[in-house]
């Protein structure tokens, strides 16, 4: 079986800038990139929004370009050509992507966990604990993740989860690791670079 390695809906990758972004304007709103973000409503998002509601009225910023190929009938005059072609373009070229993720191999799924663990530490949870309860649900989720063509196979380490009591040390390490990423992506979040240099 083939192993899957990242998200293919765009709109994953969406939510998840945005969720970083909530927790940037609450943590670093002096660092916001106020001039970056002003088509945002970040007042929205800073009070709360979802972001299926704020995605419906902001998904045009992320339109990404795609090739267009247009056959032409050579029966056609030169300006019946020109008037079709205009016909079939009207609506499909004046969209750009306005807002683009700053990595070029972008990783959903570590950038996922580094936010998950993040969030768990701010509840004061031991670090540990975090990266028990993290993989405990990735062992319980694992045959949904079989199963499933769009759900992708997630481990935070490769042992099983009986085995690591015995790894405290390396999943303490592992989990402020990731929290440290996490607080550096809010950061580059912030100044308008999702994910950015991490």
């Known amino acids: 079986m083939q192993r899957r390695t990242r998200i293919g809906a765009n709109k994953q990758n969406y939510r998840l800038w945005y969720n970083y972004l909530q927790i940037a304007l609450e943590k670093y709103p002096k660092l916001i990139d106020k001039k970056y973000y002003s088509k945002w409503h970040i007042s929205l998002i800073k009070q709360g929004m979802r972001f299926d509601t704020w995605y419906k009225e902001h998904k045009h910023f992320f339109i990404e370009n795609k090739k267009i190929s247009i056959l032409i009938p050579s029966t056609l005059s030169y300006n019946d050509a020109v008037k079709k072609v205009k016909e079939l373009l009207k609506g499909k070229t004046d969209k750009t992507t306005e ?3 700053t990595s070029k191999r972008f990783r959903y799924l570590e950038i996922d966990d580094y936010l ?16 028990y309860d993290l993989a405990l649900e990735y062992e319980q989720k694992s045959e949904r993740y079989q199963k499933s063509k769009k759900l992708l196979q997630r481990k935070l380490l490769q042992k099983k989860i009986d085995d690591m009591k015995n790894a405290q040390d390396n999943v303490i390490n592992i989990v402020l690791r990731k929290i440290r990423k996490c607080e550096k992506i809010i950061q580059n979040t912030a100044k308008g670079q999702f994910p950015g240099e991490y």
Do not use: E, S
């Open 116 to 131: 998950k663990c993040y969030k768990q530490r701010q509840k004061n949870k031991k670090l540990y604990d975090i990266g």
């Open 99 to 101: 807002f683009n993720i």
